[in-house]
């Protein structure tokens, strides 16, 4: 009788445009389907991002979580696995570890969380509480994934999760679909001329992403470049875009920062900027620097989170202190200045993307872990 391959379900705040769920979603439709099925379990909701998923038969699910405790969420959530019954439940960041114990629960042999950044309330992973839930969780979760050096040592080192418990898995992107192959006769993605010198990001509109210090750093990059033309591109929807918007309206910006919201062309826009700018309070290992860093582009970035671990300061970009405009202003002001620096830093970052972080490497050890734990927990135990 043939048996279908074990059902691996991930619950995540929201399904929707961003770096998590997008590795989510490149891991989902590139694992085997004969190795592993999926299924995604949002805590809240999704949005048309879930037309990314190509793998067939991945069903998502919705539980309308209400903002506070949100005790009746368990209860969906266990009668939930127990009809799916997924051999492993991998959930994702602060807000869904404590999902981890309904799991246990429901009977579900293995529990995996991911760690992929910090909050702007907490950029720095100090947050008693915070932590002592991730303590208290530890019985129940059978491996913690920090997505960076400075995640795996903050888990060891704050929160207190045991080696055995602690493996670092660093995030992956694909390095065919994000290049640097530019067609200088083509039409550009933005709505800036060629003759323009485009400062772009993209990411998730929210505050721990700090997109209105850029605007900032924008105003005053031209005061310092007043003849320059320089643009601005954010790319990317959230609770804030509505905020940022106003404020380019305010400063009479519209002709020069662009906002078209959340987009599904992401590596034919990137490939379009001169320079990729994160000034992020807090992060991980942000997938969107490792697509630009792919796509050949210099980095300008915040010394925060996993960020110095890929960006090489003065050798794939500028480091420069979060929240320090002026900063901020003089890397970018930088580059427009230095533009063989555009070529050398974005050589350079792409390199060590193809070397370290590839979507291939990231891949393989999931799978190697999926492989570990299921057989460790399910295969030898005779539970399936």
């Not at 009977?107 to 002592?132: F, S, T, Y």
């Amino acid at each position: 009788m043939k048996t279908s391959p074990p059902l691996i379900t991930h619950l995540i705040y929201r399904l929707d445009f961003g770096g998590l769920e997008t590795l989510l979603v490149d891991m989902i439709n590139r694992m085997p389907a004969k190795k592993y099925r999926h299924a995604i379990i949002c805590l809240t909701d999704y949005s048309t991002f879930a037309n990314k998923i190509t793998q067939p038969g991945v069903e998502i699910y919705s539980l309308y979580k209400k903002p506070g405790l949100g005790l009746g969420t368990h209860i969906k959530l266990w009668k939930l696995l127990r009809r799916l019954k997924p051999a492993i439940l991998h959930t994702y960041n602060l807000a869904t570890i404590e999902y981890a114990f309904t799991a246990t629960l429901a009977g579900i042999p293995v529990r995996i969380h991911a760690e992929h950044g910090r909050d702007a309330g907490d950029p720095q992973g100090k947050n008693l509480k915070h932590n002592l839930l991730r303590k208290f969780m530890v019985p129940f979760v059978d491996r913690f994934i920090p997505v960076s050096a400075d995640l795996h040592q903050w888990l060891k080192n704050v929160v207190g999760i045991p080696d055995t418990k602690n493996t670092l898995i660093h995030n992956g992107v694909d390095t065919e679909i994000f290049s640097p192959d530019k067609n200088l006769l083509a039409s550009t993605k933005h709505p800036f001329t060629r003759d323009c010198f485009v400062i772009g990001t993209v990411g998730r509109i929210q505050d721990v992403k700090n997109q209105s210090g850029l605007i900032d750093a924008f105003i005053l990059l031209q005061k310092t470049l007043p003849t320059a033309k320089v643009r601005l591109a954010i790319v990317g929807d959230g609770p804030l875009l509505p905020a940022l918007k106003n404020k380019v309206a305010a400063f009479g910006l519209e002709e020069y920062v662009w906002l078209p919201g959340a987009r599904a062309d992401i590596a034919e826009i990137i490939r379009d900027f001169d320079v990729f700018v994160l000034p992020s309070i807090a992060e991980g290992t942000p997938v969107t620097i490792l697509e630009a860093m792919a796509s050949g582009l210099p980095v300008v970035a915040t010394r925060v989170g996993g960020i110095p671990e890929v960006v090489k300061h003065n050798r794939t970009g500028v480091l420069v202190p979060p929240a320090d405009t002026r900063a901020l202003t003089s890397a970018m002001a930088n580059y427009y200045q230095h533009p063989e620096l555009l070529i050398a830093h974005g050589t350079e970052g792409r390199d060590y993307v193809v070397r370290k972080n590839s979507m291939e490497a990231m891949l393989e050890s999931y799978t190697q872990l999926y492989d570990e734990l299921y057989a460790n927990k399910i295969t030898n135990k005779g539970l399936l």
